[in-house]
């Protein structure tokens, strides 16, 4: 088979992008396909791509396009529908908010989405960016919205077959597309083995690592840490960053975007990981801290609610408000030694049911139902 691999943009580096990168250590040979690619955005992250060959749309090639893709996003279906996928035999759409899914392949060829999550500015939630704020660009976005909108749906009947990254996405497949889909969890990169004791680690500070996005919440994490004075490692960078640094007691440090080869220090060292997302989809940094045996304390919204088993491998807060978290936190910190390593264990278990091997396996499963 002739392969492409099809994924929204690459000028940032998060979930989407990791399971861009395990699709490609699968196929190999598939060829990539991308809106927009930005090495000098994606910083430390771009040695993942540096040795692919990288085909990008014609608006990847007008200057400013880069930074004005979001604004102008109403070119979205001629930027897919411009990609020649002729000579194709299977193309895996690598989709979110920029909706690669929208291609347009022959009908011969099998083409599968994996979808990591509809575009929430086109169903009201919320997004990292406050687009509503301004009344002339609340106008301009609800006119642009409602084209896109059924443009999106239109283009998810041209999908073979979905597969969502969670049951939450599953479901929302169901309702926004009237589509059946089945689930396949993302690959986490955890470590093969940690440490078998489980030893309670010296360090007393609190992790997380995330895009620094309106969505993300990030600001609950930092005035909990500024009400209880407990040290805060914050991994990511984005558009907020300013913002949040102005919200930062002397407790909370920012740590930047970080290669991944110094994360695990960092995992093995945390109490737990916290995380305050509203709608994730899925949360892969959540599970890669709890491949570390971390416990996770978050937001009860989205897919986390499907990994994070309250009481057992951490703890879900449920009003999104600073207090809410730090009457998880008080629960974790009242745990004695032997329930605390105990979490740590379940967190670990938890995690090996997203190893890449089983995404690999399960992913290949799938497509061969097809193939023969």
């Known amino acids: 088979m002739k392969i492409a691999l099809v994924h929204d943009q690459l000028q940032e580096f998060g979930g989407a992008e990791r399971v861009l990168v395990a699709l490609k250590k699968i196929f190999p040979a598939a060829d990539v396909f991308t809106s927009f690619y930005n090495p000098v955005t994606l910083g430390v992250n771009n040695r993942h791509f540096k040795n692919w060959k990288i085909d990008t749309s014609w608006a990847d090639k007008l200057p400013l396009m880069k930074k004005l893709h979001s604004p102008l996003r109403f070119i979205i279906p001629w930027v897919w529908e411009s990609f020649d996928f002729t000579d194709y035999d299977l193309v895996i759409s690598s989709s979110g908010s920029y909706m690669s899914k929208g291609i347009i392949t022959r009908p011969e060829a099998l083409h599968i989405c994996y979808l990591h999550h509809q575009p929430r500015y086109l169903y009201f939630y919320q997004t990292a960016i406050e687009w509503q704020k301004y009344l002339p660009v609340k106008i301009y976005g609800h006119l642009i919205n409602h084209g896109l909108r059924q443009w999106d749906y239109i283009s998810s009947q041209r999908v073979d077959y979905f597969i969502a990254n969670s049951e939450e996405t599953k479901r929302r497949i169901r309702k926004f597309y009237r589509r059946d889909s089945s689930v396949i969890y993302p690959p986490v990169n955890i470590p093969k083995k940690i440490a078998t004791d489980y030893r309670q680690p010296n360090a007393e500070y609190f992790l997380t690592v995330s895009r620094l996005a309106r969505a993300k919440q990030i ?154």
């Open 219 to 372: 600001g609950i994490l930092i005035q909990a840490a500024n009400q209880m004075k407990f040290d805060l490692k914050i991994v990511g960078s984005g558009r907020d960053q300013s913002y949040l640094k102005s919200l930062a007691g002397p407790t909370v440090e920012f740590l930047g975007n970080l290669p991944d080869e110094k994360l695990p220090a960092l995992f093995q060292n945390a109490k737990a990981f916290l995380f305050s997302a509203i709608d994730e989809e899925f949360g892969i940094a959540a599970v890669e801290a709890m491949g570390y045996g971390l416990p996770v304390i978050t937001y009860a919204s989205g897919g986390l609610k499907e990994t994070v088993r309250h009481g057992l491998n951490g703890f879900l807060f449920d009003e999104l408000n600073p207090s809410s978290l730090i009457t998880q936190i008080k629960k974790l910190e009242g745990l004695t030694k032997n329930k605390y390593l105990q979490m740590r264990k379940m967190a670990r278990n938890e995690s090996e049911k997203y190893s890449f091997e089983k995404f690999k396996q399960q992913l290949l499963k799938f497509i061969s139902k097809f193939r023969n």
